[in-house]
Each structure stands twice: as structure tokens, then as C-alpha cells.
């Protein structure tokens, strides 16, 4: 496992927690949401890729097709 994308996920993580916050003190909630809910769907867009390159791994491992 590549350490690179922990730290792509933690970099996301702190950047959308900083902009949320930014966003929420000056009152922009519902922006904030939605900027949430974008890096959500980037770091599970990140993770799906991870566990599809496992599962060929898997298949190619055990020569299932």
C-alpha cells in the first residue's frame, strides 16, 4: 500500500474542516454543507479506486476471470 494516498486523504480532510469552518463563522451553513459533501464524495471516489485495484489484484492473484 502507497503511504501517498493517506496523506492525500488527511490534506483533503484538513482543507474542507478549514473551508467548513471559514464558511460556518461567517454564516454560510448551507454553503459549508455542500463543500462538505464535496470532499466526501472525493475522498470516497479516492477509496473506490483503491478497492477496485484490490479486487483485481485479488483476481489476478487466484487467476480468477
Do not use: H
Not at 496523506?7 to 461567517?26: D, E, M, R
Not at 464524495?41 to 487467476?63: A, C, D, G, P, Q
Amino acid at each position: 500500500m502507497n503511504i501517498d494516498i493517506i496523506f492525500k486523504i488527511a490534506a483533503i480532510g484538513v482543507l474542507i474542516t478549514v473551508i467548513t469552518q471559514v464558511l460556518k463563522k461567517s454564516d454560510r451553513d448551507d454553503i459549508a454543507t455542500l463543500v462538505s459533501l464535496a470532499g466526501l464524495v472525493i475522498v470516497l471516489t479516492l477509496v473506490i479506486n483503491m478497492v477496485s485495484e484490490l479486487f483485481e489484484s485479488i483476481k489476478n492473484i487466484f487467476y480468477l476471470y
